[in-house]
């Protein structure tokens, strides 16, 4: 779902910044935690107690431990498909090392086949201060002249005290290649949190709270909403000048266990503001038990130094085990179509890749589905759309395909529209005291509050039809200039029928609200045989 999430954000126009996305890949408990060093003692800086927890927002490659706890890591982080290659012989041991004056890097083993590579690592560094993951500034594949970017990503393991993780490129490394990993500019990270207390359930909502930590200046929230089993959230964490915040978010958690929240990261409205909305899917009487901490990371150090590490790959039994098959089948998914032209089937994952085109530039519909299942035979995988093939993550190893019927099913359709020009509203004596009136879209019924907040417009749009996905964006024509919302709550991604919209300096007292953009939540169920 949340790698669904991530689509339905590049559909509607969102920005997703490309911030290592390291934070939204940790999922872990993290409560009185004790940190300890082999080559360093120090007295653990005090952090209140807290699950962090958050949801992932993208396909990157997830983290593995080194050695023997490889397969347990992967597991926990649903790279079911890494473990079907290793535990099928299907990966290289390499247990080959690089150190330079900061430590030592070990590449434990390599999984290569058509659908990517991984390799797993481990790196051996002494710390300064407590950590919890780290990014790379570079990680790159020399093979034969030729420069592969890899993904590289790493946390913290208590155990060993070292660093272990993942690199990820989606190229395959040739068999017999003799290969050059360069890997360096480690930022280690701290994970950190504090717990605001009362927040979900308080009778008189703040306007902001100051934190005044590690460059954190205060939260100022925007809204919050609780509809149709969903509590909705909207935020604002201003940073102070300097500060090495990279990601921070909101938390939450019922009796300290954490609770799965769909959170969406906005470009930065100002360069030192981080802009959110989560959703989290909780009964009512349950928010009185919520707990909403402060989560971010704090970078403790960088380190510029490279390693280089030579191995020879000459591995290729996974093409023992690998299925493709040339597909010609297409769907229309509003303004676009999607043609399907090959299906990759390999022990770590499937891909079924696509061309997309437009055939209607005028159009600005768009079906968004939101639940993709894969079938062969009687195995049924789940799966996401990402660049430009549906991914699925493989189970166990898939044998004897020839013979058995694959089967693609799209379900659980949310569809963008575009309003009519008709489609619109007269805002009338604009004030400080809000006002609501009645308008349809399309047959749904839509309530339309607004008020003004000093010089700023502020509109809000709901509908009670539960099929009706809610209003995206709305715009004002002024002097035939198209205005938009300087901020919106609800960018078409979280399921609430509910928007919020500041339109920034509107100074007249009457003036004519248009719809634009909306979104309907349909049954289009599609199946496609692909064998």
Request: hydrophobic share 35%; with cysteine.
């Amino acid at each position: 779902m949340d790698d669904l999430i991530k689509e339905q954000v590049k559909c509607d126009q969102v920005d997703y910044p490309n911030e290592n996305e390291m934070w939204s890949k940790i999922i872990r408990k993290q409560q009185n935690r004790n940190y300890k060093t082999k080559k360093h003692s120090y007295k653990p800086r005090i952090i209140l107690s807290a699950i962090l927890f958050t949801i992932v927002l993208s396909s990157t490659t997830v983290f593995a431990k080194y050695s023997t706890e490889i397969l347990d890591w992967m597991r926990n982080m649903n790279r079911t498909g890494i473990i079907t290659s290793l535990e099928n012989g299907f990966g290289q041991e390499v247990n080959k090392t690089a150190e330079n004056e900061v430590g030592v890097l070990t590449i434990h083993n390599v999984v290569s086949d058509q659908n990517g590579t991984t390799i797993n690592f481990s790196l051996e560094i002494d710390h300064d201060d407590p950590i919890d993951y780290a990014d790379f500034e570079h990680a790159l594949l020399k093979i034969d002249g030729k420069e592969i970017q890899m993904e590289a990503s790493a946390v913290y393991n208590q155990e060993s005290d070292k660093l272990v993780g993942v690199l990820h490129t989606d190229e395959e490394i040739p068999h017999n290649s003799n290969v050059t990993l360069q890997l360096g500019g480690v930022k280690e990270t701290q994970l950190k949190s504090i717990e605001l207390k009362d927040l979900a359930h308080s009778n008189t909502y703040p306007e902001k709270i100051n934190i005044h930590q590690d460059g954190i200046s205060q939260i100022d929230f925007i809204s919050n909403d609780y509809q149709k089993g969903q509590y909705i959230l909207d935020y604002l964490i201003e940073l102070e000048e300097p500060n090495s915040i990279e990601h921070a978010n909101l938390s939450y958690t019922i009796e300290n266990e954490p609770i799965a929240n769909s959170g969406v990261t906005d470009k930065r409205p100002q360069p030192n503001v981080i802009k959110r909305s989560d959703s989290l899917e909780i009964q009512k009487e349950a928010l009185e038990k919520l707990g909403v901490f402060l989560s971010y990371t704090d970078t403790v150090s960088y380190k510029p130094e490279t390693w280089n590490l030579d191995f020879q790959y000459n591995h290729d039994l996974a093409k023992k085990s690998t299925f493709v098959m040339n597909i010609d089948e297409k769907i229309e998914l509003g303004s676009q179509q999607l043609q399907f032209k090959e299906l990759v089937i390999t022990p770590s994952k499937v891909k079924l890749y696509f061309d997309k085109k437009n055939i209607d530039s005028n159009s600005l519909v768009h079906i968004n589905y939101r639940q993709l299942k894969l079938r062969i035979g009687e195995k049924e995988l789940s799966g996401y759309f990402d660049k430009d093939y549906v991914s699925f993550e493989t189970q166990e190893l898939i044998k004897d395909i020839t013979n058995k019927e694959i089967a693609l099913t799209l379900n659980d359709a949310k569809v963008s529209y575009e309003a009519e020009k008709q489609d619109k509203v007269e805002l009338t004596n604009i004030s400080d005291v809000p006002q609501t009136l009645k308008a349809e879209l399309n047959g749904y019924p839509i309530d339309v509050t607004y008020y003004a907040n000093g010089n700023d417009l502020i509109v809000e749009s709901e509908s009670k039809n539960e099929q009706f996905g809610g209003i995206t964006q709305n715009v004002i024509y002024q002097n035939g200039e198209r205005i938009f919302a300087e901020t919106r709550s609800n960018d078409g991604v979280l399921r609430t029928h509910k928007q919020v919209e500041t339109f920034k300096n509107i100074k007249e007292k009457d003036i004519t609200l248009n719809f634009f953009l909306y979104t309907v939540n349909e049954d289009r169920a599609k199946t496609i045989i692909l064998q």
